[in-house]
């Protein structure tokens, strides 16, 4: 045992002269300087925003946005399904960031029943999960706990159009809460 621990520990110089090396450094001369001592907001708070998301901050048919702290995050709704007794749906679909990722909402009316033109109709009962394939986990999701509202600002019953709002608290998978807002959707349930 002794002697295996010392050949790891000879071993351990020539492993780091292995991995060690000269790096050639670069410079940049003769273009703009950056203000290295601007200190009014610190590089991670810059907002996020997928390429694919750009203009979407809006009611577009079949799609899903929300905001998350300094990011925006947007995606398609590929499905839609409504409860047999019509007081209840689900909807969800891929990320335009990646379709590793997506979101997931089921919303519970109680007592109303989506069989005629609705407006701003409000609800808690609402379970929202914005996964990640990747890594099979979620990124943010409701609980039982925490403040979370689902806005149907409409519902028209000819085209089984609902289009409206969430926002609320959520939290990541490192089991910190965060604030979800501006969420948006338009969607035909049918």
């Known amino acids: 045992m002794k002697k295996r621990f010392l050949y790891i520990l000879s071993g351990f110089p020539l492993m780091l002269l292995l991995f060690a090396g000269c790096a050639k450094e670069y410079s940049y001369e003769g273009g703009p300087v950056a203000n290295l001592t601007d200190t009014t907001k610190p590089a991670f ?3 996020w925003i997928c390429p694919g998301c750009i203009g979407k901050d809006t009611y577009i048919e079949s799609r899903w946005s929300f905001h998350n702290d300094s990011s925006f995050n947007c995606g398609i709704i590929d499905t839609a399904i409504v409860s047999p007794e019509r007081t209840g749906f689900t909807f969800f679909g891929p990320s335009s960031c990646s379709l590793d990722s997506g979101m997931v909402i089921t919303v519970y009316l109680e007592s109303i029943v989506l069989n005629r033109d609705l407006y701003n109709i409000t609800t808690n009962k609402v379970a929202f999960y914005y996964y990640d394939n990747v890594g099979q986990t979620f990124t943010l999701i409701t609980r039982q706990d925490t403040p979370f509202s689902f806005t149907i600002e409409s519902y028209i019953h000819q085209t089984r159009i609902a289009t409206g709002t969430f926002s609320g608290f959520v939290f990541r998978a490192n089991g910190m809460i ?6 948006k959707f338009k969607v ?3």
């Open 188 to 190: 035909k349930l049918i």
């Open 45 to 47: 708070a810059k907002p």
């Open 178 to 183: 965060t604030n979800l807002s501006s969420g």
